[in-house]
């Protein structure tokens, strides 16, 4: 059995004009693979494409194979018939007993006797092969293999121009992606606090973020979604920008039905600028996230009886790990006895000692004040352990007057420690009395009444996640602390 020089030229020409079409890869080789085996009088047809590392198979094109036969996925390049790979034609007289067949069992199963493979080689390389499948045991002519290699040569070309066609769509689209950037505008460098807001949610969105001392912009960047030619046909601006975490946020009062739009041009901007970061936010949601970055309280816009926040958790961790890298640093290689005075000391021992990276121990003292000013201070609990010879860091929550620290140390010299020095999370300067050496401060402070972190007011306060400043009027008649 063979085929005829007539039909392997009439079968060219098919080849060759749908080659030559508009079609996608995959039907553009399924169709050259059904002239082919058609015109080999075959019984089917497999055109395979060799990945560029080299590694497997993958069938780009077949004709009468049944889906378990493809169902075998990609076909390993090393163990299916090298010898095409190395640019050999193979013929198999018997695939149910030659050993270069990888599944004989498949092949029994689809019935298939003999098999003629050919490379397709582009520009000298293997770049893909060409199978053909047939039932009754055959021997191939030389018409056949020679009509099988112009097959092949074909398709090395329609390879390449595939590949052509995916490197000008890459380059497109890259230089799409860079047209769209250069066009959104650019962020201003400083706080944009407008004279009004479009909507009173955004202007109660601002004094939360201010109260929590959350740096914001408002409405600071246009990012063009459409584009008619080269004309913006549709923007998106979201209505604030927060630098410290990177975060677009886009406020919405909507009913969930009404978000359609709206999520339709977030979907956009993400899909257009992967690279930037925009939540949709209603306000639970926002006081949700605010809780996520550590600040709080979850559910509670504000805290009653604060005036505003002066320094956030997150602003006091990032302080303190600053303070206890130096501390860390000054005492490298020796051993530390860190002491409090109870009780407003407790958060910043608490989270300074886990930051230091050294050997510590740790004692408290207690005070009370006495005398018609409330301005003579006795000890009323003493150290566990003596300090003698010891490096001690005096930890404070605050200096105010100085007085405190002053008798401390003073208390404390007198036992010979080997250094004392202090380390103070909170310095009021503006209220000092006595001056006292202080070797590590976290913030000065200005003269009004700080609570939270540990710092209370008459006992309460103290477990505040951030510090804040009192109202005044709590306070009225009560001089700062
Ligand atoms: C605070 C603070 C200092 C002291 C500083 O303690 O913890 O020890 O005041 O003030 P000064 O510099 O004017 O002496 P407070 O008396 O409020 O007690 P507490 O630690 O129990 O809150």
Not at 33 to 60: D, F, H, W
Not at 178 to 185: A, G, L, N, P
Not at 226 to 232: A, Y
Not at 269 to 274: D, I, K, Q, V
């Amino acid at each position: 059995m063979g085929s005829s020089r007539g039909s392997y030229y009439s079968a060219l020409k098919r080849i060759t004009k749908v080659a030559n079409s508009a079609f996608s890869l995959r039907k553009i080789c399924n169709s050259i693979a059904k002239s082919t085996a058609k015109a080999m009088q075959a019984n089917g047809c497999r055109i395979l494409s060799l990945n560029p590392q080299k590694e497997y198979l993958l069938t780009v094109g077949t004709y009468g194979l049944s889906d378990l036969y493809l169902k075998k996925g990609h076909l390993d390049a090393r163990k299916s018939l090298p010898d095409i790979l190395e640019g050999k034609v193979v013929f198999i007289a018997d695939a149910a007993k030659d050993e270069r067949v990888q599944h004989p069992q498949i092949a029994l199963a689809q019935g298939i006797s003999s098999i003629l493979g050919v490379p397709v080689l582009g520009k000298g390389e293997t770049i893909g092969e060409i199978r053909i499948y047939t039932r009754e045991p055959r021997q191939f002519s030389e018409a056949d293999t020679s009509f099988l290699l112009s097959v092949a040569d074909m398709c090395a070309v329609i390879f390449e121009r595939a590949e052509l066609h995916q490197l000008l769509e890459q380059d497109y689209k890259a230089s799409e992606r860079r047209r769209k950037s250069s066009q959104v505008s650019p962020l201003p460098t400083t706080t944009l606090r407008p004279t009004s807001f479009a909507h009173p949610s955004e202007e109660d969105f601002a004094k939360v973020l201010d109260f929590y001392c959350i740096e914001w912009l408002y409405e600071p960047r246009s990012f063009p979604l459409r584009w008619k030619g080269d004309k913006i046909a549709e923007m998106f601006t979201p209505d604030f920008y927060l630098p410290e975490l990177d975060l677009y946020v886009e406020l919405t009062t909507l009913k969930q039905n009404l978000l359609t739009e709206k999520n339709r041009k977030l979907r956009q901007l993400r899909e257009l600028y992967p690279e930037v970061n925009v939540m949709l936010l209603t306000k639970n949601d926002f006081l949700k996230l605010l809780a996520k970055y550590g600040y709080g309280p979850l559910g509670e816009a504000k805290v009653e009886g604060i005036d505003r926040v002066l320094y956030s958790h997150a602003k006091i961790q990032q302080r303190i790990r600053t303070l206890a890298r130096h501390i860390s640093r000054d005492y490298a290689g020796q051993r530390l006895v860190l002491i409090g005075i109870l009780k407003g000391v407790v958060c910043f021992m608490a989270d300074l000692m886990q930051h230091l990276s050294l050997p510590v121990t740790l004692d408290f003292m207690a005070i009370s004040y006495y005398g018609s000013d409330g301005q003579v201070v006795k000890i009323t609990r003493d150290l566990d352990s003596s300090i003698t010879g010891q490096h001690v860091l005096m930890v404070e929550d605050i200096v105010d007057t100085g007085m405190t620290l002053n008798y401390i140390l003073s208390h404390l010299s007198a036992h010979n420690p080997a250094s004392l020095r202090v380390c103070t999370l909170l310095d009021k300067r503006a209220r000092r009395l006595i001056n006292v050496p202080l070797d590590y401060v976290g913030f000065e402070v200005p003269d009004e009444f700080v609570v939270g972190y540990g710092l209370d007011y008459k006992g309460e306060y103290r477990n505040l996640p951030f510090i804040g400043i009192l109202h005044p009027e709590l306070i009225k008649g009560e001089g700062p602390r």
